[in-house]
T-cell receptor
Framework: DVKVTQSSRYLVKRTGEKVFLECVQD?????MFWYRQDPGLGLRLIYFSYDVKMKEKGDIPEGYSVSREKKERFSLILESASTNQTSMYLC???????????FGDGTRLSIL | DAKTTQPPSMDCAEGRAANLPCNHS???????VYWYRQIHSQGPQYIIHGLKNNETNEMASLIITEDRKSSTLILPHATLRDTAVYYCIVRVDNYGQNFVFGPGTRLSVLP
């Protein structure tokens, strides 16, 4: 089975802090994705990566950056956390489309 | 991505088949139908996907109508652990797109 592991289930940070969310997959997938999920807005793509050291912006990249130094690991960075970044963050990985994306259990991030 | 329409909620008796419908009347030829489910406080779980033909895996079956304007997800023997929100998603086979998760169908499996 595909395993996508996110480092924290719950995280509380303060406004202005630099926040790191980590994601690891164990299936040698080329593609990795970061989404946020908010009530009424569904899933929105922040960034994705189709290879090591490659990254592409999704629909809402502002305020975020990513790092992919190794194939199995994709990190999301909130450069200076703000309260409007309070959300559920979901990491996913996949082989080439149309094969499906597999999601981690999410990190519920609260910015105070 | 094509818009999908699902009933907001359904009940199913434990051990019976759960049939979850999805309408996607504006689907285009290169769009796949994917089904995911999300149990409270967990990430979405992939169930099954298909393009034209019916598909079956260890979790479920997917029946797509010949005109591809609707589909049905079938859980053959529903258990209490199948209680979740089920999402039908239609999207093209490329990168970098939002998963347009609509409201989905809240399936309650009753003992």
């Amino acid at each position: 089975d595909v395993k996508v592991t996110q480092s924290s289930r719950y995280l509380v940070k303060r406004t202005g802090e630099k926040v790191f969310l980590e994601c690891v997959q164990d299936m040698d997938h080329e593609n990795m994705f970061w989404y946020r999920q908010d009530p009424g807005l569904g899933l929105r793509l922040i960034y994705f990566s189709y290879d090591v050291k490659m990254k592409e912006k999704g629909d809402i990249p502002e305020g975020y950056s990513v790092s992919r130094e190794k194939k199995e690991r994709f990190s999301l960075i909130l450069e200076s956390a703000s309260t409007n970044q309070t959300s559920m963050y979901l990491c996913a990985s996949s082989l080439k489309p149309p094969l499906p994306q597999h999601f981690g259990d999410g990190t519920r991030l609260s910015i105070l | 991505d094509a818009k999908t329409t699902q009933p907001p909620s359904m009940d199913c008796a434990e051990g019976r088949a759960a049939n979850l419908p999805c309408n996607h009347s504006t689907i285009s030829g290169n769009e796949y139908v994917y089904w995911y489910r999300q149990i409270h406080s967990q990430g979405p779980q992939y169930i099954i996907h298909g393009l034209k033909n019916n598909e079956t895996n260890e979790m479920a079956s997917l029946i797509i109508t010949e005109d591809r304007k609707s589909s049905t997800l079938i859980l053959p023997h529903a258990t209490l652990r199948d209680t979740a929100v089920y999402y039908c998603i239609v999207r093209v086979d490329n990168y970098g797109q939002n998963f347009v998760f609509g409201p989905g169908t809240r399936l309650s499996v009753l003992p």
